[in-house]
């Protein structure tokens, strides 16, 4: 069973396909969104938290409606 990090990293990598990072054309977005999640886990093990920080550009960027996130994620 996949814990909630787990599935935030789905997601973003689900949501982000396709997309890559304007500094050099062909990382993958996904891994930025990772990469913060990643930074918020250094300052706390809160789960909710750090899936928000790993999820925090799928509404703006991605056509995922703070109605579906709140479904999928509480």
Not at 3 to 13: C, E, V
Not at 15 to 36: N, S
């Amino acid at each position: 069973m996949e814990n909630l990090i787990q599935k935030a990293i789905k997601k973003a990598i689900e949501l982000h396909a396709g997309q890559v990072r304007k500094g050099d054309g062909k990382t993958p977005y996904a891994v930025h969104a990772i990469e913060v999640g990643m930074r918020v886990a250094i300052l706390t093990n809160h789960e909710k938290l750090i899936a928000a920080a790993i999820l925090h550009d799928t509404v703006e960027d991605c056509g995922y409606t703070a109605s579906e996130l709140k479904a999928d994620f509480g």
